[in-house]
């Protein structure tokens, strides 16, 4: 019986050093538990170069909208022409996020005009809004920095907002849903003001 037991060890050891020096099979092994992670890094480094291209489109197009519409004098002779003017240069705008989704591209440009009397009474002399953006009230104030219009001057100023939706959200931790960004940026016109309507001359009754 003990001889049994022991020529039974002898054997049991034998085959686990076998088994510990056979190798066929391990690289599947390493390759099955590395794939999962490898594929994770790719993708999350897809993401990565999404985002920051895209958000360098966003801010392309955000500071190409403030300076197409700080070049005009005015926008239209109309109500009218104005805003087709605005519908025409935000269809631009949009080409600029090509090859990214633009229909969450949202846009509020806003004119403001400061007090002759005070540079810090600023208040929107016009304001447009496209793709749903929100937009202050004609006349209404308008908070700016420190500095950057003197009285009886003006501002273009746009406000916009971006949706970014990563393609592979559901795999990608950090990027499980979509991101909104937002953006603002200023400019100063090229004549005293940009009228919204020609022959406004820089004025409104508020």
Not at 22 to 33: I, L, N, R, T
């Amino acid at each position: 019986m003990r001889a049994t037991i022991c020529t039974v060890a002898r054997r049991l050891s034998a085959f686990g050093m076998r088994f510990a020096r056979h190798s066929d099979g391990a690289a599947a092994v390493e390759f099955a538990v590395l794939a999962p992670l490898l594929l994770l890094m790719l993708l999350a480094t897809i993401e990565i170069g999404r985002a920051v291209n895209s958000d360098r489109h966003f801010t392309a197009a955000v500071g190409t909208a403030g300076d197409l519409v700080a070049r005009e004098k005015n926008l239209g002779k109309s109500e009218s022409a104005a805003l087709s003017n605005l519908d025409s240069m935000m269809k631009s705008i949009e080409h600029l996020m090509r090859p990214y989704d633009a229909s969450t591209l949202k846009l509020a440009v806003i004119s403001v005009r400061a007090s002759t009397k005070d540079a810090t009474d600023t208040r929107v002399s016009w304001a447009y809004s496209h793709n749903g953006m929100s937009k202050p009230g004609d006349c209404s104030s308008y908070a700016l920095p420190n500095n950057i219009v003197a009285a009886g001057n003006s501002v273009i100023v746009v406000d916009a907002t971006y949706e970014f939706k990563p393609l592979f959200g559901d795999f990608v931790p950090g990027f499980s849903g979509a991101m909104t960004w937002t953006n603002k940026s200023y400019h100063s016109p090229r004549n005293s003001c940009v009228d919204y309507v020609e022959g406004d001359n820089c004025t409104k009754s508020c």
